[in-house]
T-cell receptor, first 111, second 112 residues
């Protein structure tokens, strides 16, 4: 079983839609959860960062962590064509040396 | 501007050839990482270094080698022993794992 599972998509939505991206994980020691956005042929950039359970909001983006279910989500409100990218979840434990990444979900927002 | 520079952006390797990918950073971060990204497989860790003159194997180190002689530089050599090297290679640094990674723009390696 992979440490982190993420539906690769592709996901295609109309402009203005609410997008929900999700990851599940198996290691209950994971404490730090991150979402990266990666445009084509570029390196990933950090989008959201959450510690332990709960919600975090930043503009149109909301990250949720449910540790009891080992499930994390990223919501994008009022999606824009510029949000078209691959979204990667990543997580690490308090004592870990490396992040574990999901495979990424490819999102296209259609104008 | 502080950041990570990966070069070259595109690299072509002939069968049996060793090639070296460059990663330079001016963020003053101690830890540096090399990842390989393949479609449908996400990011897989090749090697990482938490301090100068020390590095550790990641999950897929076979066929790769690294050095860390300077804090700013962490080059990756793809040797002829790596049978399927065609991939997108990403270098990353961090000032502490809880802060997440800063990634370079990547090198796309193709075997010809």
């Amino acid at each position: 079983q992979k440490e982190v599972e993420q539906d690769p998509g592709p996901l295609s939505v109309p402009e203005g839609a609410i997008v929900s991206l999700n990851c599940t994980y198996s290691n209950s020691a994971f404490q730090y959860f991150m979402w990266y956005r990666q445009y084509s042929r570029k390196g990933p950039e950090l989008l959201m960062y959450t510690y332990s359970s709960g919600n975090k909001e930043d503009g149109r983006f909301t990250a949720q962590v449910d540790k009891s279910s080992k499930y994390i989500s990223l919501f994008i409100r009022d999606s824009q064509p510029s949000d078209s990218a691959t979204y990667l979840c990543a997580m690490i434990s308090n004592t870990g040396n490396q992040f574990y990444f999901g495979t990424g979900t490819s999102l296209t927002v259609i104008p | 501007d502080g950041g990570i520079t990966q070069s070259p952006k595109y690299l072509f390797r002939k069968e049996g050839q060793n090639v070296t990918l460059s990663c330079e950073q001016n963020l003053n971060h101690d830890a540096m990482y090399w990842y390989r990204q393949d479609p449908g497989q996400g990011l897989r860790l090749i090697y990482y270094s938490q301090i100068v003159n020390d590095f550790q194997k990641g999950d897929i180190a076979e066929g790769y080698s690294v050095s860390r002689e300077k804090k700013e530089s962490f080059p990756l050599t793809v040797t002829s022993a790596q049978k399927n090297p065609t991939a997108f290679y990403l270098c990353a640094t961090t000032r502490g794992t809880v802060y997440g990674y800063t990634f370079g723009s990547g090198t796309r390696l193709t075997v010809v």
